[in-house]
């Protein structure tokens, strides 16, 4: 199994370009078993991510934890060893709270997964907010800034070329070995991007 | 119109719901700040007679513009603002806010649907207010936009 997790705060677009994600991958392995998992943790009792996922047409599975910051680790390790069990899919797309710091959730996978090969960590920063949140909650965004393996700065038509070019380079300061990309989930993502999920090292 | 309320997890400092671990400001933010207050239900709503798509999203979008005005008033800092809704024919729409713009997305029979029962799935995280405020808030503001929906 190769595990995608998508960092970053709440709105910024995980779910969206999960989406886009999702349809790629699906795409690609054409009518072959999809094999494609998406694992969602909301804040909150009633989930809405999900649902919009399952209205894509997704297979979704809820994760279940009172605790927005430890984020269920010990619900992830049981139902992705289940998964490697059970269904063994090729891939498994994880969206944690956007509360969330994502190495913790790395070390836990690490330390307690089963069957898994690779993991991806997508850092997903909300170009819109970024000055806001930077200034509100700056640990939490330099925390899963500096987890990404990957950054996608979204909600790039929402700003304008000035303000994208300083987002990049505080970006860049939190974490100088990922690659960073500017992209708009609701305007379409360059299967491209994706490629670089798909066939990334070996773990 | 009947009321199911689920259960909230409170999330402020007096109600976490977490059994061991209890997330400080610090280790939330490491910055001084708060956790958020957090409103999530699952609503049922019937009408006696069919209501149309847009009809029902346009009172749906005035709901979370007013969460999200009073929100702003407040100088509350929005976390998102999310509600999902399904209909009686499975169609469904989907509205999001962090705070300025109101996305509004949904399935393509949506609009043109008419129905009379719907499933609305609102989830409210807003940083500031305490728990119970934004219960009340949120709640008043479905309840007014709901029943201001004559079929
Ligand atoms: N303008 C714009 N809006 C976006 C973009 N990506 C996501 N959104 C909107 O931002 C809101 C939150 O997106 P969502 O994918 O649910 O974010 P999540 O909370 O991180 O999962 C929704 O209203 C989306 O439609 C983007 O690239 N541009
Ligand atoms: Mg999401």
Redesign the pocket.
Known sequence: MKLVI?G????????????SLAHHLVNREGSEKPSLVILENEIGEVGI?NK?LQAGGFSVKELFAGCICCTLTADLVTTLNDLHEKIQPKWVIF?PT?LAYPKKIIETVNQYGKGIERIVVIA?V?A?RWEELTEITPGLIEGQVSSGDLILI?????VDGVALQAIREQVRAMNPRAEILE?????GIDTRIWGKVDEGPEA | MKVLKRKTVALSPQGHAHGQHRPSAEELFHAPGESPAVYSITKPVAFAQGVGGTHFAAAMIRCVEGVRDWAAHQRHLVG?I?VFIENGSKDHLW????GK???V?SSPGWDAAVSETFQVHFTAIIFGPGQDHLEEIVAEHIQRELSSIQP
């Open positions: 998508f970053g705060f709440l709105g910024s677009g995980k779910t969206s370009l999960i989406l991510d919009v969206e956007g997903v909300d819109e979204n909600k790039c038509d929402l992209v708009s989930a609701t305007s | 998102h999310k509205l999001a806010s962090t713009r109101i996305s997305q």
